[in-house]
């Protein structure tokens, strides 16, 4: 298995590398030149958005969308070279990391108080329209775990104290305040109550509490955590969201709810919801994923299979390794599925697979850097149960 991941792990990073970091989304619709054909109407835009996201074949090229740099890419890029570097030890990792981190602060979005990222391009709903470079706390808190990571390996301040200041943008956010917790808000702008970024907020206020121990970070991470947990289903999931028109339940924000769970658990040592915790565990194992190792994206439904669902299934099993030993081999049999079912031989992931054909769109973050930070991941979670210092199997790609 070791061998399958290595391999894997160097044809996605050499892809990813050799193209800049640079990739499409699949929300970056509205960057063709087709947009100015919608007149800035909501619903033309969302036809055209939709259109160029869930085509199976590729329409970015005829219209003018070009790959753009992603904050969220360059955010698991930087993971899993960390990672990598815990593995390995070896300093290129480290550099790697370092620079996309660097990276990072210049790009944070601006006019706020706090580092805090966002969309390159314009994303409309039914709700209205996101404008590029509107900041949430789903890449903001993704991005400020990458900080911490850096931090916890080489002890400098600057990683810390930029984490500082994302929690600082975190805490101004609008919250839904109930008896039974407080929401932090999905983005800035008006108050969007959603678990997954509730408790993504949540997470990176606690294990930024473990290093500084600012009572307002747990506190509110805290209240947070209480906010969801208060509102589990009796099988132990979650609804995305409250409101009826978030009554679904899917495989990677379920996993996010529980990466979250344990990172605050583990960061505060709050053991208050470790019940919580371990329903949501219990019900993502047994609902998730067939006896092959695919996994499904909705509680009640396989189809589509998204590469996000894999990559997060394989991140969240390799986090939680270390307390439930079934955990590596489910990690190891998400990972040999996809690799072999989801992977193209020039190294790139693809984006879904429906039952009669499949979307072979590559995009940056939603795939090539999910899965580069999730089979790093896995990696260094395969030395650990070896016991030994494995060598590093990227070596050329990394120099």
């Known amino acids: ?48 958005q939709q259109l160029v996201w869930k085509s199976p074949v590729n329409l970015r090229r005829l219209i003018g ?3 753009l740099e992603s904050t969220k890419g360059r955010g698991f890029m930087a993971w899993g070279y960390l990672h990598l570097h815990e593995a390995f030890r070896d300093h290129s990792y480290l550099q790697k990391a370092v620079a996309c981190l660097e990276w990072l602060d210049q790009a944070r979005e601006t006019g706020h108080v706090g580092h805090c990222w966002g969309n390159h391009f314009d994303f409309t709903t039914r709700t209205g329209r996101m404008k590029a470079h509107t900041p949430t ?16 390996q080489t002890c400098e301040s600057r990683f810390l104290e930029i984490a500082e200041s994302i929690c600082e943008w975190i805490l101004n956010l609008p919250r839904e305040v109930t008896a039974r917790g407080s929401c932090l808000s999905y983005t800035a ?34 209240d947070a955590v209480k906010y969801s947990c208060s509102r589990q289903l009796p099988d132990g999931s979650l609804w995305y969201g409250e409101e009826e028109k978030f009554h679904w339940v899917d495989n990677f924000h379920t996993a996010y709810n529980l990466d979250s769970l344990k990172r605050y658990t583990d960061s505060t040592g709050d053991e208050s919801f470790r019940g919580n915790l371990e329903r949501g565990y219990a019900y993502f194992k047994k609902v998730f994923f067939e006896p092959s190792g695919r996994p499904r994206y909705y509680h009640n439904s396989t189809f ?18 270390d307390e439930d030993p079934e955990a590596l081999p489910m990690a190891e049999k998400v990972a040999r599925w996809t690799i072999e079912n989801m992977q193209d031989p020039s190294g790139y992931f693809y984006y879904r697979k429906y039952p009669l054909l499949t979307s072979r769109t590559p995009y940056f973050h939603w795939g090539q850097a999910t899965m580069f930070k999730a089979l790093a991941h896995l990696l260094l979670k395969i030395g650990s149960r070896a016991g030994v210092q494995i060598d590093s199997p990227v070596l050329e790609l990394a120099s």
């Open 65 to 67: 969308v070009v790959p």
């Open 304 to 321: 589509s299979v998204d590469i996000q669902c894999a990559a997060q299934a394989i991140d969240t099993f390799s986090f939680f390794a």
């Open 189 to 222: 702008a008006h108050q969007s109550s959603v678990h997954n970024s509730n408790l993504l907020g949540a997470g990176m206020l606690a294990r930024t509490w473990k290093h500084r121990q600012k009572a307002e970070y747990r506190g509110v991470a805290r």
């Open 137 to 152: 706390v789903v890449w903001s808190g993704l991005i400020g775990q990458a900080f911490l990571e850096a931090y916890e």
């Open 1 to 48: 298995m070791r061998t399958l991941v290595e391999h894997s792990l160097r044809s996605v990073q050499k892809w990813v590398e050799s193209r800049a970091y640079k990739g499409y989304d699949p929300g970056d619709g509205l960057t063709s030149y087709l947009r100015s054909l919608t007149c800035g109407n909501i619903f033309a835009e969302r036809v055209l």
